[in-house]
């Protein structure tokens, strides 16, 4: 596993940029380019795979904007503790593998592995106080 902080982080960001394409993919498969390529006011809800797939990657946008100020902090540390290393590598794991539960639709699974992203993410808050 990743044991750079840093690294983590760039490789999760790597990721949402992978959802957001795959997820643009997606759409214009389901909608067509045109439709897409247009202002989209009329294109109406994306379903299926495709619908999942859109709510994942907005929902790992937000899971970045809350996982990177939590790193960044560290920086602000004399070091970085291995239980912030270890957050930051099961934030990682359950946010690869939450848009990919998400998407197959397995709910109860779905939860538990986003609770875990999420306390992962809160931890690196509570070392850097």
């Known amino acids: 596993m990743f044991t750079?902080?840093?690294?983590i982080l760039a490789l999760y960001g790597l990721w949402v940029l992978?959802?957001?394409?795959g997820q643009?993919?997606?759409?214009?498969?389901?909608k067509?380019?045109?439709a897409m390529l247009g202002p989209r006011d009329d294109v109406g809800e994306l379903t299926g795979a495709a619908g999942r797939l859109d709510r994942a990657s907005a929902n790992s946008v937000t899971a970045l904007a809350l996982f990177a100020p939590a790193?960044?902090?560290?920086?602000?540390?004399?070091?970085?503790?291995?239980?912030?290393l270890l957050?930051?590598?099961v934030f990682l794991a359950a946010r690869i593998l939450?848009?990919?539960?998400?998407?197959?639709g397995i709910?109860?699974?779905r939860t538990i592995v986003w609770t875990a992203g999420m306390l992962a993410t809160v931890w690196l808050y509570v070392v850097a106080l």
């Open 107 to 109: 709910p109860g699974l």
């Open 87 to 89: 957050a930051a590598q």
């Open 98 to 104: 939450y848009p990919v539960i998400y998407v197959a």
């Open 71 to 84: 790193v960044l902090l560290q920086a602000t540390q004399p070091m970085v503790l291995d239980s912030a």
């Open 18 to 21: 992978v959802l957001i394409n």
């Open 4 to 7: 750079n902080i840093f690294s």
């Open 24 to 30: 643009a993919l997606l759409a214009i498969g389901q």
């Open 32 to 34: 067509g380019l045109g």
